[in-house]
């Protein structure tokens, strides 16, 4: 069982940045590759980005490809998401997850786990 609650979420102009992180409880989190999914009004949720167990692989939505990027430091149970250049459409509730199977999916079922969120507003 994973516990992940988010924090760093909150309002910043277009072309800012924020850096979100997602504390996790629970022994076996270095283990799980973990994802980051956003969910704008009236949108369904979508894949934003994906890290290996270490850190050693890492995957992005073609949106945010080269703006955000997904890290983790296992000792201190925490993965984060370094945003840069935002737009006025990264405007969403931002979900961390948790996939015990390692892999780097893109599909919310994918996941097992899921944070409360954290609201991000970027405006223009």
């Known amino acids: 069982q994973v516990q992940l609650v988010e924090s760093g979420g909150g309002l910043v102009q277009a072309g800012g940045s924020l850096r979100l992180s997602c504390a996790a409880s629970g022994r076996t989190f270095s283990s799980y590759a973990m994802g980051w999914f956003r969910q704008a009004p009236g949108k369904e949720r979508e894949f934003v980005a994906a890290?290996?167990?270490?850190?050693?692989?890492?995957y992005y939505a073609d949106s945010v490809k080269g703006r955000f990027t997904i890290s983790r430091d296992n000792a201190l149970n925490t993965v984060y998401l370094q945003m840069n250049s935002l737009k006025p459409e990264d405007t969403a509730v931002y979900y961390c997850a948790a996939n015990p199977s390692n892999y780097l999916g893109s599909l919310f079922y994918e996941y097992d786990y899921w944070g409360q969120g954290t609201q991000v507003t970027v405006s223009s």
């Open positions: 890290i290996s167990w270490n850190g050693g692989r890492t």
